[in-house]
C-alpha cells in the first residue's frame, strides 16, 4: 500500500529537523577541530573535496547547512567516518531522503527525455493527437516528481527559495499543460494560459536565482540558463521563445543530473580522497 504523500512529508520534515539540529554548530566544530588535529588547512581541505574555500568557512562557523554529499566528502578528505561528525548518532535517518531523490532522478530522465518531443510539438505547432496527448499526460506527472526533488534539497540547504519556487513549479507546470490540452473547453482560453505562463516564467527567474545561492558549477549552469529561457520565453517573440525552450532541454538534463548527484549522497564514496601532507624525512 503505498504511503500518503502526506505522510512521506512528514517524515522528511523530522528528519531534517533532526539533521538541522546536530549540524549546526557541532558539525563544523567537529570539522574544524579534525582538520586542524590532522594539521590541514582550509584551503587544503576545500582543494581535497572540490569545493570553494568559502564554503568550508561557512560550513565550520555554522553559516550553512552542508548536504549529505558534501559530509560524505568531508568525511573522506580527513579520513574518517561520517558518524564522528553526529557523535553517537549515526546519519541513518537521512536514506529515506536519499531515496526519494533517487526516484527524483528517475522523474527528472523521464521529464527530460519526454520533454523533447513535447518542445516539438510546440515548435511545430502539431495538431493535437493522442500521442501528443500521452506526451503531455508523462510531462505532467514527470513534472511533479521532478521538482519535489528541487523542494527537498531546498529544504535540506535552508534555501527557502527554491524549496517555494519549486512548490510553485509543481503546481503552476502542470497546470499550464492541462490547460493547453482543454482550451477552448469550460471557461480555459487564450488570455488564462497567457497569465498562467507569465507567472510561471517569473517563478522560473525566482528558481533561477535560488539555483545560483547553491555551491557547485551545475548549479550555477542551470541557474544561469533557467534565467536566460525564462527571459526569452516572457518576450512573446516567436524566434526567441523557441530558442529559449530549445535550450530548455539541456538545462533539464543538467538539473537532472544534479540529482543524480544528490541521490548519491547515500552512498559512501570509493575513491581515498583524504588528504596527505608531506613532511621532510629525518636524515
Known sequence: MPVPVRLQSEVVWVILVKFIYMTQPLLGTRIAELRNQKGITQKELADACNIDIRTIQRIETG???PRMYTIRLLAAALGTDI???NGDNAF???APADNFLKWSFIAGLIFSLNYIPVVLNILTLAPDTVLKNVFTIIHII???FFFKGFYLLGRQSQNQTMAISSLIAMVLLPLLNLINMIQGILFFDTINMAVILIVACVNAIVFGISLLREEGNLYKAAGYITLV????LLTGNFPLVSFGLLISVFCN???TFILYKESRAGQTPHEDTSVKKSYPVAG
Not at 529561457?229 to 526569452?232: H, M, N
Open 229 to 232: 529561457q525564462s527571459a526569452l
Open 63 to 65: 553559516k550553512v547547512l
Open 253 to 255: 538534463f543538467v538539473m
Open 83 to 85: 558518524n564522528y561528525f
Open 92 to 94: 541513518t535517518d537521512q
Open 142 to 144: 514527470s513534472c511533479v
